[in-house]
């Protein structure tokens, strides 16, 4: 076994604060070493309840450039860990919901959210490539963003193309569910999930917008190796054994992927 150390970061950004918001990132990923993977909440640094498209605009970072990208590449090379982290997106005239990876060399990957939750529709453009699957010194890593979550075909893809460890940067909302729901993926999938969720309240556009926290960090068997408070700011890592998640013999006669129907599945597109 070659042991690794994965958790997450669960904090309360302050919205618009994107300064002041790095700076404590930078204090909570510092206290978080030694780790091997860091994974830190949807739109990280920024706040999530925008009022407009022209308001997120500022906030937004071209991918690889930008106050967020120079902080975690900073990060991922001293403390030789591989970060994710979600941000705003700035392409040409589109905004997405996007998360990043730096790793530990000093380069990045790009995955935009694919499955926009309510309002967001209003602020980004949809994600129009498949959910990201980068090679790390962790092994594969997949990478997934909040609602995703609720597409099982999301964390199946990211799974059948060899992630090891789902990293799921999460502004979530909804009471409890997908905490709950990533146990299923992970048995369904054999991965390890970590699920980086913020904390705290939003009100900015008429709505009370109360984030779940519970950050949790999930193994191949479903089992929670480590939860994170409702309420408060939480560093969370573990040692664990990449490698268990390539193990997809589920008996000695029933392998998790061989064993699919896809011929049979009638009516997935
Ligand atoms: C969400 O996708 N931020 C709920």
Request: charged content about 25%; proline content about 8%.
């Amino acid at each position: 076994m070659t042991p690794a150390r994965i958790g997450y970061i669960q904090y309360k950004p302050e919205f618009g604060d994107r300064t002041g918001n790095l700076a404590r990132l930078e204090a909570l990923c510092r206290q978080a070493a030694p780790a091997d993977l860091l994974v830190l909440p949807e739109l990280a640094a920024t706040g999530y309840e925008f009022l407009s498209p022209a308001e997120v605009r500022p906030l937004a970072e071209p991918f690889g450039d930008g106050p967020t990208f120079d902080l975690c590449g900073r990060l991922a090379r001293e403390l030789n860990a591989t970060l994710v982290a979600g941000y705003p997106e700035s392409a040409g005239e589109r905004l997405y919901n996007a998360a990043f990876v730096a790793l530990p060399d000093g380069t990045f990957a790009n995955y935009r959210k694919i499955h926009l939750f309510s309002r967001e529709k209003e602020l980004f453009s949809p994600g129009d490539a498949p959910p990201l699957v980068v090679e790390t010194p962790l092994g594969r890593i997949g990478v997934m963003i909040c609602f995703d979550w609720l597409f099982p075909e999301t964390a199946h893809s990211l799974a059948i193309r060899g992630a090891r460890i789902l990293c799921h940067p999460s502004n979530l909302v909804l009471p409890g569910f997908c905490q709950k729901a990533m146990l299923g993926r992970c048995i369904e999938n054999r991965v390890f999930a970590v699920t980086a969720n913020r904390w705290g309240v939003e009100e900015r556009v008429g709505r009370r917008l109360r984030f779940t926290g519970l950050s949790q960090v999930v193994d191949p068997r479903g089992n929670v190796l480590l939860a994170a408070p409702e309420e408060a700011d939480h560093l969370g890592v573990v040692e664990i054994d990449p490698a268990l998640a390539d193990d997809k013999q589920v008996t000695e006669h029933n392998h998790l992927f061989a064993d699919r129907r896809p011929d049979l599945y009638e009516g997935l597109g």
